[in-house]
């Protein structure tokens, strides 16, 4: 084993203590008074309640799947009869960091909104640090789980040769992220539902039918809505981003041992590692770039953004020399091209994040628009709206293609024919822009803890001051959090492109697998262990004009669109249900608007948590079949088209239902900041008919979607058996 | 020149004589009441000063354009030369069908209103004859226009063979379609954002805030309203389905003049004269379904429907029938495959209007599921709107999917190197699907005559028993106008695979006129003349895995949103100076809502003019220029990837937007049908915010798409010659 492995542990070990630190730290601040623990306790156990049942649904699904996958790899060789062992451990591990995250945060909450009775400073650090301990576990665990396969593999795998074992064990690591993407795709959709039923539900009777504020004590919906926060925005976003690392990780590693499989076993080995030992850097320098985080007493919005963006292009700027420094030292051949990789990676995060933040800022004019828009009525507003979220897909998909094509370019050094390695550049960018993750997480995270810390003072009925503050911290958490998702869905659209890349791979071990040695590829023979990309593709016709592949592309895109109505028309449901749940408590529990007696809040948890379940099923399912169906009846190209349909139009429609619902979220609070007759005028009462329609748009479909391209693509990789057989082979 | 060729003309002889017969016998019935007379004057007065104004900038677009054209190709060969003026005349007799089909709506609206005094059937008879004119017209003059072309190229055109002349011809003609392509959209888009604008603008104000009915003649937008059924709905539409019709002819008869170039010269000339054939037969057909269509007078809706479509279902089985014959007396090779593919067209279309019927018909759940989420809340409502639009593009996807490689399938006989014979078949499903337009588009038609003559009934205050009839026809227009909007995206989708074929035939004609008679595709030599679509793929290297590919993919998906995007934003906006334009008069003008003094219709025509010609000129542009750039920047893999990107995700989108759009419009009709608290209810309330989000939907970007694609095809065919340079050839 390489001495350069035992950096990634050892990176992960660091991230972890230093997590463990933070939540020590986070747990000896004083949470309160008694009515503030009290609360914070019961959204707790709302939220564990909810997790317990959550992991109960999923734990079944995964055992079913992991006997399954038994059945189906029982008698193939050692590196396959690990898959359903790898997958538990990978769907494991991506439930603990959700888990880890959700606690910290649910304990975080009444103590931020305690600090918030303090300083402001000491909020946001109570805030931002137990959001670290979330970014922390997330990157330590990936990196843990990473650092777990390759030793166990690597040691008990037997090979011909070092560069063959290099390949096997890195394609069959690939194979483990589908536990990744499948927990993550329940954790998202599940949690997603709950949250915005229960947010919904929520809004739609205490603000539009009673005119009580959010957060009010007298809501039944109110507990139920801070438990989504934390179940949705905190455990749901930790597993997708969980599953965006690591699964940027394998894709990357397994890309780096196919591309420099003929080179030295030395430099085959530095290349697999690298995507890992970039994300180690990374994790250890988004530490330092965490520490680095303060802000003076009388700081305002501008100072608090001013504070976390220090740290973040701190870690950044740092990234970018030391990687140039770690690439210089392992002397990679083209290092100067791999690291061009890393750093268009870098910029094509922040260009996306960066257009998200234009698109969805009051502080900008997009976002005015439709405030100004939803002054003239609810629909203008909402039209607006979808337009815009229309419009602002320009900017990140001009970014994609242009960085795509860069890293591409400068890993192949502008090499047509050296496509292997073009895709390897690719996937490096994508763990380039997922380098910062530690801490851009951080700051994504500490935004549903603010949010709760304000519900918190809200229902104990703390001064204006205190919900003053954490209105500051958490309005600042909204404009991170559309730039956490649009790291999320770039580096998304990268993986992807990495993925289908693997793919092929697999066909290729495939067929090694099944004897054949030989392709006819148009004219000529090539031996399989040779044939590039471009055989393959030759070899199966995957070309536009091949009626497969342009049916694929149909079904592609169309299951971006029935995925999305799938769960946006869950959470309508799940939200009527909670309407008429809180408009039953109002009408038969007397005394619940007068504040005499207390609703029933564990009634809507329940609703939430049941709806939830239930309907987190058929997308899921859905996800995993298409690619299985389609691999049998079309075969490779009717496979490709679907990734590729499915990965451009959910890119597109991702970015377009993300920013779309932030854009509508920050019109409504700029209608509150007093623009347009400020709140319970007609364009506020119109604006929030926006931002309720936009919640299942950001919070649920959108990025869900970044999971479900992966997941199929991860699916089409395990089930490339089924799909190669279609074709006249040597 | 074929004998056979002579039945296209008649044909369109015959279909315009009937036309005119129609128009007389419409223009014989009696117009009504002075003041009936007066508001279809105004209308009528507004809807071709509307006309005059679009053709004025369209046609300045046109001979810039044309100029252009002319001299790109000053130079060239004749069949090149002819391109300006085959330009012109395409996008003349396109602006002519729809101009015809206006004049005669404008008309026929006030004899409906007066007939239904007088009859349901009267009503009936009026007003879906009067659609008849357009759906003949429209008919007729694509094949006259066809004809035309075709016998002027066919004598003027020199060549070595037959064969090679039919190719010639063919080829040329199809770059006429950008002219068709390029009208249709600028109606489309002009037209559907003027009768948007106006239509939201009238009910924001009218049915929201001063609680006055539809088309009440004190609402200052109520005239724009109608002009807007008019130039939108009936002018737009003629133009759109003209394009569809002539569109689909036109790249069919280019892929049969490939597809049998190798054949027997006789064999070769009955191929490519096929497509109009069908739409010959079609529109015969047609007439004699028209003359079928009759009412009793007690009948009700479901009575008019089943009158409506025994018209349409004995056209079609006629053309079942016929088409049969005729392919059997041409004894074209595999004509039994060939009439296979002209059956899955038409029953293809019939499935995606089925679906369209059920996911937008108040008489199935999807839409009554709507109105019960819109009596919770408006958001909700919204929400159910959106997510069912989405999940209603299964099924259109699945029947083009399955029907896409049945047609390729039964052209080629199941043989996949036949590839070229199966993209001929998938372009003869397209014109089969069409072949019924004559009464399809009929039945569409009419829906905003009925409309109209409501409005003329309501404004000119006549007995409620007649705006009972007229509304009776109006919702019937409805569901009819849902399944002509399913025709339009289905065969859209056929034909711009068929049109992506035509652009790779494109890429031979211009490497052998520019010398390249050898190709290198991989490790051999193939003629130019004979390689076939395979080697070009292999030439360009147009594979999935190729990143040119996949970033036209995502440019592809990007483009349909960013249409969407512009074109929703420009309704949005000219829909809010409307109704601040009506707020005023209502503020300023003393005594409009009692009655006392007449409201100025004239300036909200004015500016919902003025707004549609502004705002369509970027969404067109861009249509225009991006297949350029990119041709220029990514070379043929990249304008595949384009095209295939954006028709994928186009037609998945346009799907989503024509049925959530319908759906919202009939779960508001639902609901003021007394379902939920009926007419004023907060579900009314709630279901018109949908209904308002939905105007653009269905009537604006959707049905824009289907043109989108087709013409942003067109283009990369005439530009192939920037696209091709790209890469080495011998």
Redesign the interface.
């Known amino acids: 084993m390489d001495l350069l492995f035992w950096f990634i542990p050892l990176a992960s070990f660091i991230a972890l203590v230093t997590a463990r630190g933070f939540f020590r730290q986070m747990m000896n601040y004083p949470m309160g008074s008694e009515k503030m623990q009290a609360i914070a306790s019961s959204i707790r156990q709302g939220a564990m309640a909810y997790l317990r049942q959550q992991y109960k649904v999923v734990g079944f699904i995964f055992l079913l799947l992991a006997i399954l996958l038994s059945y189906l790899c029982y008698g193939l060789n050692l590196q396959n009869r690990c898959l359903p062992f790898a997958f538990l451990s990978a769907g494991f591990f991506s439930s603990l960091a959700g888990f880890l995250g959700m606690r910290t945060a649910t304990q975080a909450s009444a103590r931020t909104a305690f600090a918030a009775s303090q300083s402001l400073n000491d909020a946001l650090r109570i805030a931002f640090r137990s959001g670290a301990v979330m970014g922390l576990v997330v990157v330590g665990l990936g990196l843990l789980d990473y650092s777990l396969w390759f030793f166990l593999l690597h040691c008990f795998l037997d090979a011909n040769s070092q560069q063959q074992k290099l390949l096997a064990v890195t394609s069959t690591m690939l194979t483990f992220g589908i536990g990744t993407s499948l927990q993550a795709l329940f954790a998202r959709v599940g949690g997603g539902i709950f949250t915005k039923a229960a947010d919904?539900g929520a809004d739609?009777v205490g603000k539009?039918e009673v005119n009580i504020p959010e957060d009010d004590p007298r809501n039944p919906a109110a507990i139920a809505d801070n438990v989504g926060d934390n179940v949705g925005d905190v455990a749901g976003m930790g597993a997708d981003l969980y599953e965006s690392f690591y699964g940027s990780i394998l894709a990357a590693t397994a890309l780096g041992a196919a591309a420099f499989y003929s080179y030295d076993a030395a430099i085959q080995v530095k290349a697999t590692l690298l995507p890992a030992l970039i994300g180690a850097l990374g994790s250890l320098l988004s530490i330092g770039g965490i520490f680095s985080v303060r802000t003076r007493e009388n700081a305002d919005m501008c100072g608090l953004l001013r504070s976390l963006n220090r740290g973040i292009r701190l870690t950044a700027i740092l990234i970018f020399a030391l990687s140039f420094v770690l690439l210089y030292f392992l002397q990679i051949p083209n290092y100067l091209g791999l690291w061009g990789a890393i750093v268009v990676g870098l910029i094509t995060g922040e260009v996306i994040g960066k257009s998200s933040e234009y698109y969805t800022s009051q502080a900008y004019r997009p976002t005015r628009c439709i405030a100004q828009?939803a002054s003239?009525?609810?629909?203008?507003g909402?039209?607006?709206g979808?337009?815009?979220?229309?419009?602002?897909?320009?900017i990140p998909?001009t970014a994609?293609?242009i960085g795509?094509?860069l890293a591409?370019g400068f890993a192949s050094q502008f090499n047509?024919k050296e496509?292997a390695l073009?895709?390897f550049g690719?996937s490096i960018a994508a763990v380039g822009m997922l380098s910062t993750l530690g801490i851009t997480l951080a700051t994504d995270a500490y935004g549903p803890i603010a949010d709760n810390a304000g519900g918190n003072a809200e229902m104990s009925q703390l001064s204006p001051e205190v919900r003053r503050r954490t209105d500051a911290l958490d309005a600042l958490g909204n404009t991170t959090a559309a730039t956490g998702k649009g790291f999320a869905i770039g580096s998304a659209?990268l993986t992807a492109?990495a993925l289908?890349?693997s793919y092929?791979e697999g066909i290729r071990v495939h067929l090694i697998q099944s004897g054949h040695h030989l392709l006819s590829?148009?004219?000529?023979l090539v031996p399989t262990a040779q044939a590039t990309?471009?055989d393959?593709?030759?070899l199966y016709?995957?070309?536009?004009?091949?009626?497969h592949?342009?049916?694929g592309?149909?079904?592609?895109?169309?299951m971006?669109?029935?995925f999305?109505?799938?769960t946006?028309?869950a959470?309508?449901r799940a939200?009527?249900s909670i309407?008429?749940e809180v408009r039953r408590q109002f009408r038969e529990i007397a005394g619940i608007l007068e504040g005499k007696s207390p609703p029933d809040y564990a009634s809507c948890v329940t609703i939430s948590t049941r709806a939830a379940q239930k309907e987190m099923i058929i997308p899921s399912l859905s996800a995993v079949l298409v690619p299985i169906i389609m691999g049998y009846v079309f075969g490779v190209p009717g496979v490709?088209?679907l990734l590729?349909?499915a990965?451009?139009?959910g890119?597109?429609?991702a970015i377009?239902m993300a920013n779309s619902g932030g854009a509508w979220d920050n019109a409504k609070k700029y209608i509150e900041e007093g623009a347009y007759g400020g709140k319970g005028s007609p364009a506020h009462k119109s604006a929030?008919?926006g931002d309720?329609?936009g919640d299942?748009f950001k919070d649920t479909s959108g990025p869900s979607l970044n999971i479900l391209i992966k997941l199929m693509s991860m699916i089409a990789i395990v089930s490339v058996g089924l799909s190669i057989g279609r074709v006249c082979l040597k």
């Open positions: 919904v739609l539009m828009q003239t009525s609810a629909a203008t909402v039209i607006s979808i337009g815009i979220g229309m419009i602002s897909t320009v998909v994609i293609v795509t094509a591409f047509p496509i073009g895709l690719i659209a492109l289908m890349a092929v590829c148009g004219h000529h990309l471009s393959f593709m030759q016709d995957v070309q536009l004009m091949n009626p592949v342009l049916l592309l149909f079904v592609g895109s169309m971006a669109f029935l999305c109505g799938l946006i028309n959470v309508g939200a009527a309407v008429n490709l088209g590729s349909g990965l451009s139009t890119f597109v429609l377009f929030i008919i309720t329609i299942p």
